[in-house]
């Protein structure tokens, strides 16, 4: 890992959003995942690995109280920056990566992915050392069909497509151009922002435990990974 003790390491944690699709009271990156909230697991992943690494954690700027009340309950007392967040996943990025300096790498992931594995963002880490990006993907499991503008679909080659997770690594010099150079907010993520600056995306191995909690049958089956910590599936 000697290309990566060149450059400070920097995560930006997106968890700004208001979790629409999970339908329930509490934003779900502050709901309980094996009795601490989701974004504890989240940050403690990146806190665990041997290489120091710090943490940018963008909320909603109504929940900063909340997310400072949690952690005196939970005695969490890992070091990070708070960042209030904006009104899309994309402004929300923005606002993090200001905190980040230029010379660092950072890994930009979702607050709502507990469950990534210290090996993957090392990894990460490591290939935007080397190649300037690194976004973790996995292989599809079902097969595909694309939507015809008729209503009639027609079938894919699924080998011929990743689907993207987090953390996405970038050198923090261009990603923030990247960012900047955008003013509408349409982009499901940085790999998108980051090509459309011109960036070549290069991809490493993810894996399926890394869900992305997004409705009430995700947390399920994170509690039942976290309860099961040796079941993944690695190509
Ligand atoms: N304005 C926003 C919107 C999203 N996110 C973050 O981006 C990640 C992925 O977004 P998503 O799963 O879509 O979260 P929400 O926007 O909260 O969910 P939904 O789309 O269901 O409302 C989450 O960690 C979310 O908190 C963010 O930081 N700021
Ligand atoms: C960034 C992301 O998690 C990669 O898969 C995804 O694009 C986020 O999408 P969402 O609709 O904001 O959850």
Known sequence: MDALSSSPLYAVIVAGGSGSRMQSSLPKQFLPLQGKPVLMHTLQAFASLPQSVELVLVLPEVQMAYWQQLCRQHRFTL??????????RFQSVKRGLEKVPDKALVAIHDGVRPLIEGDIILRAY?????????????????SIRRLQADGS????????????????TFRAEAIRSAYAREEQP?????????????????????????????????????EALLQNGSLHYRN
């Open 79 to 88: 070091p990070h920056q708070l960042v209030a967040g904006g009104n899309s």
């Open 126 to 142: 490591q290939l935007a050392a080397e190649k300037g990006t690194a976004v973790v993907a996995v292989p599809l499991k079902d």
């Open 153 to 168: 679909s027609q079938s894919s080659p699924r080998e011929e497509y990743r689907l993207v997770q987090t953390p996405q």
């Open 186 to 222: 349409h982009f499901t993520d940085c790999a998108s922002v980051a090509e459309a600056a011109g960036l070549h995306i290069h991809l490493t191995e993810g894996s399926y435990r890394n869900l992305k909690i997004t409705t009430p049958e995700d947390l399920l089956l994170a």
